[in-house]
């Protein structure tokens, strides 16, 4: 069992954890590339314009809905940036769904886990992947329009099939 534990601030908190307390796996951390991004930026190579251009939708989202940060803009440096959170799987809008609240992710990462265990039964007598419901942290600056995507983690996976199982089934 791994004894490190990262220590409490807003990028320790974006992680997922199981029902023992370990990090679930699949999280991709975006850091290096957007630590890449500003130094391009702060060396004249990538213009202004072509760096704060964030959907009106985002930054309505991080203005109404966004969680306020201590960190502040790396391209304007005026304003904090706030994080959006948005979720994209099945049954869900082809724009996903920003959560505006904190706890509103846990309590989907369990809908989602409790749906995905109700349709493992259909998964069983398919041959198609695992469903996946992933969410998508992306930071926001509210005065210049930055954004950038910051982590992208897995909510809830049904299990892919057994073919063992299937064909063992099969067979009764």
Not at 6 to 12: E, K, M, Q, V
Not at 42 to 47: N, T
Not at 99 to 127: G, M, V
């Amino acid at each position: 069992m791994n004894s490190f534990r990262r220590p409490t601030g807003w990028l320790s908190q974006l992680t997922l954890t199981d029902d023992n307390g370990e990090t679930v796996g699949g999280v991709i951390d975006h850091r290096l590339t957007r630590r890449a991004l500003i130094n391009e930026f702060r060396r004249g190579r990538i213009r202004r314009e072509q760096l704060c251009d964030a959907h009106p939708d985002l930054v309505r989202a991080a203005k109404n809905f966004g969680d306020a940060t201590s960190v502040k803009c790396p391209i304007c440096v005026q304003d904090n940036v706030a994080l959006v959170t948005y979720v994209f799987g099945p049954r869900l809008p082809s724009h996903g769904r920003c959560i505006t609240k904190p706890h509103e992710l846990e309590e989907f990462r369990q809908l989602a886990q409790h749906t995905e265990q109700h349709r493992a039964d259909e998964l069983l007598t398919s041959q198609s992947s695992a469903i996946t419901y992933t969410a998508y942290v992306v930071e926001c600056c509210r005065s210049c329009r930055w954004h950038h995507l910051l982590r992208s983690l897995p909510m809830a996976t049904a299990p892919k099939p057994d073919i063992k199982s299937t064909r063992h089934r099969s067979r009764r």
